[in-house]
């Protein structure tokens, strides 16, 4: 075959793929102004999607989070949020049952663009050596669209015809949070209420156009190897879905060594076609650090340079007993 003729087959390949991945970065950026975003560090950011998390670790903890997913593809989703959470009260006291928190994330795939505003209450119960707690989030997103943009295969298509901006969009969610020393379990749905993306456009809003309630499952266990060494499989489950609209489901499964309960590594494997690497590290008594890097195992391999995401972590008390170990009061 004739290397002109072979080198256009490359291209059309490479075009078929790269039109896969802007399908595939269309309908989930839709469906994650519901379905939060992937964070492969979500055990550093359970807030995010699970209210019933606020204050667990028992001190005023702030947390900062940012996600470039597919990078060297353009429009590929970028994620960023902050998130604040304490058990209220005098610090005074052995236990705290209220816990508050408050969160702004942003999430960006292509035309679309979401923030979203939101506030926990978790109430909390000493069981034993455990705690259970129940959570409450209630907020809105900010939705836009610039379909505008877009220079569709196919001239006309109705659902892509109107922009919208800053369509406001409330929500409420609920979810359960139980931990103990070494183990901790959480069910959550973020989200109860599917949304519309455009109210005004009742003509287009089709099934594909609304919001896709999320459920999610966590659990992880901590086995202590020796005195400077844990090994802490855990994992986070995903299913959003309605009577007329299913996203797959999906599950991060990891398995961290924490060192000296100081330093962790970590290997995520992503059930949608990923694997994941971590790295944290506990810098000081009140900061926090961590990276992973994403590889795609099948469809975008060879069109990205994988996603990077980057957290660090604050935490504050008046009660300096609550530093004598090093990962402070509890690793849930």
Do not use: C
Not at 84 to 100: E, N, T
Not at 137 to 148: E, P, R, V
Not at 315 to 324: A, C
């Amino acid at each position: 075959m004739h290397p002109s003729i072979i080198k256009r087959n490359k291209m059309k390949k490479a075009n078929l793929y790269i039109a896969l991945a802007a399908s595939l970065m269309a309908a989930p950026a839709l469906a994650q102004t519901t379905v939060a975003p992937h964070y492969t560090m979500f055990m550093y950011n359970k807030l995010l999607y699970n209210p019933a998390y606020a204050g667990s670790r028992d001190v005023l903890s702030v947390n900062a989070l940012y996600r470039a997913q597919w990078v060297g593809i353009d429009g590929a989703p970028r994620n960023m949020a902050i998130s604040i959470d304490a058990p209220v009260g005098s610090y005074m006291k052995p236990f705290r049952h209220v816990a508050l928190g408050l969160s702004v994330s942003n999430e960006s795939a292509g035309v679309l663009n979401n923030t979203n505003f939101m506030a926990y209450y978790a109430y909390r119960i000493a069981l034993g050596k455990t705690m259970l707690s129940l959570g409450l989030q209630a907020g809105a997103s900010m939705m836009s669209a610039k379909y505008g943009d877009l220079n569709p295969m196919q001239q006309g298509d109705a659902s892509l015809s109107n922009n919208f901006k800053n369509e406001f969009l409330p929500n409420f969610g609920a979810g359960v949070y139980w931990r103990g020393d070494r183990f901790y379990a959480g069910v959550s749905v973020p989200h109860m209420l599917e949304n519309y993306y455009d109210k005004d456009n009742k003509v287009n809003n089709v099934q594909n156009n609304r919001q896709v309630r999320g459920y999610y499952a966590s659990a992880g266990y901590v086995f202590k190897v020796s005195e400077s060494v844990k090994l802490e499989p855990q994992g986070l489950f995903r299913y959003a879905g309605n009577g007329k609209y299913q996203l797959p489901a999906t599950a991060d499964l990891n398995l961290s060594a924490i060192f000296y309960d100081r330093l962790m590594f970590g290997a995520t494997w992503r059930t949608d076609n990923s694997i994941a690497g971590i790295v944290h590290l506990q810098v000081a008594q009140r900061v926090n650090v961590g990276y992973s890097y994403d590889y795609a195992t099948k469809v975008l391999n060879g069109f990205t340079g994988g996603s990077h995401e980057f957290t660090v972590g604050f935490d504050f008390t008046r009660d300096q007993n609550k530093y004598v170990h090093p990962r402070f009061v509890s690793m849930f």
